[in-house]
């Protein structure tokens, strides 16, 4: 991962975070057992009869530090051999969750025995793992077969970025590198899409707006409420224009005047970069104490055939936070792989020469 | 990151709890909820929960990004760009407008002074940290909340969350620090520690060491003016601890939203470009 692994203090630091949690949770025991209802009732049920909580200027109130660490090994597109199946069956979900209580055990290793086998690779304990089994086969939920419409003829032309752990094709400049690598966004979709850390968001409502921050690569989204039009068409920037209302208990966020060819729908931002007619429009409900539905349509007719939609829960737990994550003011990967290109230019060079 | 959940915290949280329930649900009944669907008619209540409501876009408006201390007009570094490389003059935000640096300490300074535009965290586009955030020309946001305040800078999409509950030591040392915030009256007292040592107050080379301790409190003047002032204490560097002060401005263009500048890509030539491979 060169080198952006940040460091994760593990301390009694959180104690805020777990009095914030208790305010909603009890504040939810107490709205729930007013209406009647038991907060043990399943999901599904919980959805549709769940009432948020209420901020003091009367907006639902989505606020708390989430993650989508557990849909950290959910594919993004569905693997063809599954079709149109969204859900996970309760053997397969079984399994997970034995996977999951077996990783936790073998995390709890802090050396590697004298004679493992270790690579250059970080330790398994640095990565954030899923603590509850995912439900969905992918985190495509439309088209019905999970999978990304195809591209269209033109955005098959576009160059694609070099990822983490990639030096083939070798880098002639930091132009060749995601823009993730270079520290410089994942772009709106590529923030919340889970990956093997820092997956934090989180949600802070102000009277007229909603601030939504991630830990990687340090985003802060300032969506304001109710302003009825974007910007002007020539204000272009990473993370588009977003402006936000409710439907009912849900938050939509509609985003446009992206720039183009910069990041990419993929994990991480990566992928083909997508097209200044990106348009999202992202949902967040909040269907328990706990847990926001998140769900995005991507729409770019330049890019892609037909619009698509990514869906998937994230949720709090206690304890977790966000840290900064000073990517770019560290990001000595950037150096050391370009003078590493360079150094095998001049070796090939010599080999050339003799 | 996470950790186990003590016994004692349970006493400690009911406590926070209750006394935050009784906050929540006093004022909140006294105040009509914002109307909704309708675009941008209704104003912003005054107060949340009976304290002052800062949320809104804000700006400083001054020269304290060239130099925190009284200066006058004085020529750039790269006389390619005339007039517009210039740095402008102007009043300071120093109380008494002396830093009281050690010996040691001013000579660097000026060092650092000498070497600008090599040194600069700001030319990199490095996190800008506190206070130096407040009064770069760029606007920032403040989105508050009935708990916690979050703060999003405009220059490289830094940003912060005031912690408003019990406060937090800081984990780690980091570019904008830990902010634990409290209620003084009608005040918004900001405790910021947990700084690393590589940012700086202003382009003339003021800067501080890991042990920066910044007190800041913002106090509304009227519904459009923020007086804000910080309190800056670092045993390393200076022999006392001292002030800034400056008002902040609500930007009130229609429409008035906070911009992105992620410049990132603009100091990538800078610092990468000898790493370029180079055409034959």
Redesign the interface.
Known sequence: MKGRFQ??????????????L??AG??LLTSASATGQTPAAPKAAAAKAFTPP??????PDL?GTFTSDDYINTPLQRPANLGDRLYLTNEEIAAREATIKSTAQTDLQEFAGANARVGTGPPSHWGERAKHPPKQTSLIVDPPDGRMPPLTAEARTRKAGIGAGNNDPRP????DFTYYI????RGVTGSIFPVIYGNGT?I????????I?QEMV???R?I??????H?SGN?R???GDSIG??EGNTLVVDTTNFLAGKTGTGPNGGGTPTSDALHLVERFTRVDADTVNYEVTIDDPKTYTKPWKVAFPIYQ????????Y?C??GNYA??NS??G??AQ?KADEAAGKK | MRYRFPGVIIIVTLVVVIAALLLVVGPTTAQAPAQRGQPAAAAPPRAINGKPNFTGLWQSIGTANYDIQDHSARPGPLFQLGAVGAIPGGQGIVEGNEIPYQPWALAKKKENQANWLARDPEVKCYMPGIPRATYMPFPFQIVQSQKDIAIAYEFATANRVINMGTPREAAVDTWMGTSNGRWDGQTLVVDVTGFNEDTWFDRSGNFHSDALHVVERYTLRSQDVIDYEATIDDSKVFTRPWKIRLPLYRRLEQNARLGEFKCVEFTEELLYGNLRKQAK
């Open positions: 460091m994760r203090a593990r301390n009694l630091a959180s104690l805020a975070s777990i009095v914030v208790t305010i009890l504040m209420k901020t003091p200027w009367g907006d606020q002639d400049s930091w132009e270079r520290c410089i966004t989180q802070v409502q102000g009277p007229g707006y909603v601030t921050l340090h985003e802060a300032v304001p409420l109710n302003v009825g039009t910007v204000i920037t990473y993370m209302h409710f737990e206690p304890g977790y936070q966000l840290f900064e000073a770019h003011e950037m150096k370009l003078s290109a360079r230019d």
